[in-house]
């Protein structure tokens, strides 16, 4: 049975990992844009914990539209989240799924749909946020952050999530890295939430002080192997979402 959670659904980091991945800004570059050409329309996860498995798919769509161009999907595919948290599910929880996952776990997953190549790695980036947009250089990045109330009022002009306090419980939530804006010379984390309805089509920012609070799983990249620009895998996991 399909469990009904309100869109939580990431198994967080353990405490050792947390600890030992401080936010610096170690060096100047704290501004990329570049995947935002590469983004479609989001296909919502719905009440579903799914989201570790929606936001590896929309890495993988970026990292297919830029290598096989925008009509790649056609008008209305996407690559099934939904089809990645349950092989998951299914290889690490007993078919269960009551639940959600942790980010390297929808990583596996992907990998034995065949989303992501046989030799695809996945790189531990870290909260080091000019280290983020290094590694933007080459992949998006999925990450897990905790959800605080304005989540759920984001800014419909620019997709900006308020600061808050944080609840001592609020769920863990993975999403995808995949800029860095600059305002007022500060910089802003955002990229891709699964959420219909969201923020600015679906895509979201935040400040620096509320994107190093609220991580629980520190951010992490794929490294496509060799044979991934001939990789056409992921085709048998499009989906149609019309909306």
Known sequence: MRTVSDNFGLIPDGPEMLASAPVELRGSKLVH???????????GQG????????????????????????GVFGEHGQLDGDAVW???????HGGSLDGGLTLKQAFL??????????????????????????????????????VWPDWYGASRENGYIAASPIPSDAGGHAVVLDR?????????????????DFGWHSLYCMSLGMWQASIVSVPVAPVPGAAWKSWRGWERHLIEVRG
């Open 47 to 70: 009440r579903l914990p799914s989201c570790a498995g929606h936001a590896w798919a929309n890495v993988v769509e970026l990292l297919v539209i830029r290598d096989h161009g925008k």
């Open 33 to 43: 844009t570049a995947w935002a050409q590469y983004t479609i329309p989001v296909h």
């Open 109 to 146: 997953a992907c990998k034995d749909l065949g989303i992501l190549d046989p030799d695809c790695g996945m790189e531990t980036v870290g909260r080091d946020l000019s280290r983020c947009c290094e590694w933007l250089d080459h992949a998006p990045l999925v990450v897990g952050h905790r």
């Open 86 to 92: 349950e092989r998951a599910r299914e290889m690490f």
């Open 180 to 196: 860095v804006l600059e305002h007022g010379g500060e910089p802003y984390p955002g990229g891709i939430n699964s959420w219909e």
